[in-house]
């Protein structure tokens, strides 16, 4: 009985000294200073995103999209290739070019998917690049920013298919819980208006510029965007797979582009285009069911068509969209009638 009483009146004396102590912590000064942080953290993350929103192309993009009618003919997807390639206007009525600079295969199928479920469209027709460097690991994991990208892209989904949940699940706090972390990249790009910021298409003159100094710049394009070490990344390849089955299960037809490029550039990427002939072509883009262009060396030889080794300008684009009309009427992916002569050039 003594040593229970013992016990009791030790385990009475360590609680009272747990409340003291408890009394003595600051509770106040600390949620005070919490307080503060969250006012802090809510008025930087809106802050940024009143910066990123109204100047990001993806977003500029989105609001052009909208206006679109809910019959869409042709809808093309992916990066700066077609994006710089293809003048919707050229292709008739209820064409949508929503592809975008920088826009790697997996952004590619979430914000197609996205737009087209969010404004459900009915879209007769998809074009998807297919160019030597589509699947490469180069710049596969570039999300920045991910609070844009994020309205997009399931993280959470990515974390579980690619079983890379710290990799991912980052992505995901970065887009949701503290989009301004890490931002000095993006904050830069508005500053100089360049990447995911830039106005405008390409209008240069690849052409102009002296042989030497165009075979430099098309080896250097290519080894940078072979520089990521695998020619079809896996990430990007299920990507493409999911794409296909989505876009098919909603009938849509799909067209396979390899675009344009300067000779120099493309001879540099053989290995690549061989990787992706091998590896998806036949498998995941299936000729029986898809309409396949290779058009990488339509333009060899007019270097004047290009405002750098792989993205057409002005004139490049007016001759290509022509020419693609042309090619899509026949095939049966357009009905329109199609002039003899194209447009004059600008």
């Known amino acids: 009985m003594g040593v229970a009483s013992g016990h009791l009146f030790h385990c009475t004396q360590h609680m009272s000294k747990l409340d003291s102590a408890m009394t003595r912590v600051p509770w106040p000064y600390i949620l005070t200073w919490l307080g503060l942080g969250l006012l802090v953290h809510v008025a930087l993350s809106v802050s940024y995103w009143q ?6 192309k993806a977003l500029r993009s989105d609001a052009v999209v909208a206006q679109a009618p809910t019959h869409v003919r042709v809808w093309i997807t992916g990066d ?56 490469t690991s180069w710049n596969s994991h570039q999300y920045a920013p991910e609070m844009v990208w994020g309205q997009y ?23 949701h819980v503290v989009p301004y972390m890490g931002e000095l990249r993006s904050l830069n790009q508005i500053r100089t208006g360049r990447y995911g910021f830039g106005a405008g ?9 002296p042989p030497r100094i165009r075979r430099q710049s098309a080896i250097e394009s290519a080894e940078a ?16 797979q999911q794409l296909v089955t989505w876009a098919e299960a909603r009938g849509i037809r799909l067209v396979f582009i ?4 300067a000779r120099a550039y493309a001879l540099r990427l053989g290995e690549a285009r061989h990787a992706i002939d091998e590896t998806i072509v036949g498998s995941i883009v299936d000729p029986e069911r898809h309409l396949l262009l290779d058009h990488e060396s339509l333009f060899f030889g007019r270097d004047g068509l290009f405002s750098d080794p792989h993205h057409l300008n002005g004139r490049g684009r007016t001759l290509y969209t022509f020419g693609l009309k042309r090619v899509l009427t026949e095939r049966g992916y357009l009905t329109d009638a199609v002039s003899d002569e194209p447009p004059p050039l600008r």
């Open 51 to 56: 910066l990123v929103a109204p100047r990001h």
């Open 153 to 175: 892209v399931d993280f959470v989904e990515l974390a579980v298919v690619h079983s890379d949940p710290f990799r991912y699940l980052g992505y995901w706090l970065e887009a």
């Open 201 to 209: 298409l390409p209008n240069g003159n690849y052409g102009a510029q």
């Open 80 to 135: 700066s290739h077609p994006r710089t390639a293809i003048d919707p206007r050229g292709l008739g009525p209820a064409v949508v070019n929503a592809a975008i600079g920088g826009q790697h295969m997996t952004k590619s199928y979430y914000r197609t998917r996205t737009l087209i479920e969010r404004h459900d469209f009915d879209v007769d027709v998809m074009i998807v690049p297919l160019d030597p460097v589509t699947l």
């Open 258 to 261: 390899r675009f344009p490029a």
């Open 225 to 240: 965007h072979l520089a990521g070490g695998k020619l079809v990344d896996p990430t990007q390849a299920w990507a493409l």
